[in-house]
């Protein structure tokens, strides 16, 4: 059983296209993440989810945009897709709260890759 | 923001060696995780270590929080250990129910047979 899953794990694109990736986990976490992992391999926070609701947007343009059907899947959509966006995105999930382990588990990762 | 920083950056080892790792951070921490990101670009969990010492097979971990830093501990080391050695710390300043980390840039390991 896979814990945090993503779909798909390969993306390519054209520019100026929207897109989607998917994740689904089956930790019973309350809380979904979104990472952004460069060229250079820099792993970046860009949103926090709780409970379905938008906890933390990091400095993000706003062409990306996470949705949370429920609490067990964050997706996220990108519009107008740029060279820059090519990148490996993480999704992962923890069960934060006080007293709790914050230990956070990451999917597979999905390599976009826009042309 | 909090700064991690990992040393060193790049590391080659000859199979059956020992090596350690290091990670600094700028600020207090709550909690702080060790990844290994392998050749197909999985991130695999190896610590959750606040705090204190832990073992896991040939890889230890041990993190003095009043200090700063954790040491990553690689004992015997297999081609297969080979990848992106990551830290992470979490710094929870107002309690909003997410706990963001932050990620070291990582040392590279390659381990020659």
């Known amino acids: 059983d896979t814990a945090v899953s993503q779909t798909p794990k390969y993306l390519v694109t054209q520019m100026g296209n929207d897109k989607s990736i998917k994740c689904e986990q089956n930790l019973g976490h309350d809380t979904m993440y979104w990472y952004k992992q460069d060229s250079k391999k820099f792993l970046k926070i860009m949103f926090s989810y709780n409970n379905k609701e938008l906890i933390i947007n990091e400095t993000v343009p706003n062409r990306f945009s996470p949705k949370s059907p429920d609490k067990a899947h964050l997706n996220l959509h990108i519009n107008s897709l740029e060279l820059g966006d090519s990148a490996v995105y993480f999704c992962a999930s923890s069960q934060p709260g006080q007293g709790k382990k914050h230990e956070q588990f990451f999917g597979p990762g999905t390599r976009l890759t826009v042309l | 923001g909090i700064q991690v920083e990992q040393s060193p950056p790049d590391l080659i080892l000859q199979e059956g060696a020992n090596s350690t790792l290091r990670c600094n951070f700028s600020d207090s921490v709550n909690n702080l995780q060790w990844f290994h990101q392998n050749p197909w670009g999985q991130l695999i969990n190896l610590f959750y270590?606040?705090?204190g010492t832990k073992q896991n097979g040939r890889l230890s971990a041990t993190t003095v929080a009043t200090e700063r830093y954790s040491l990553l501990y690689i004992s015997s080391s297999q081609t297969t250990d080979s990848g992106v050695y990551f830290c992470a710390v979490e710094r929870v300043i107002t309690w909003t129910g997410a706990n963001n980390l932050f990620f070291g840039t990582g040392t590279r390991l390659t381990v020659i047979p």
């Open positions: 270590i606040p705090s």
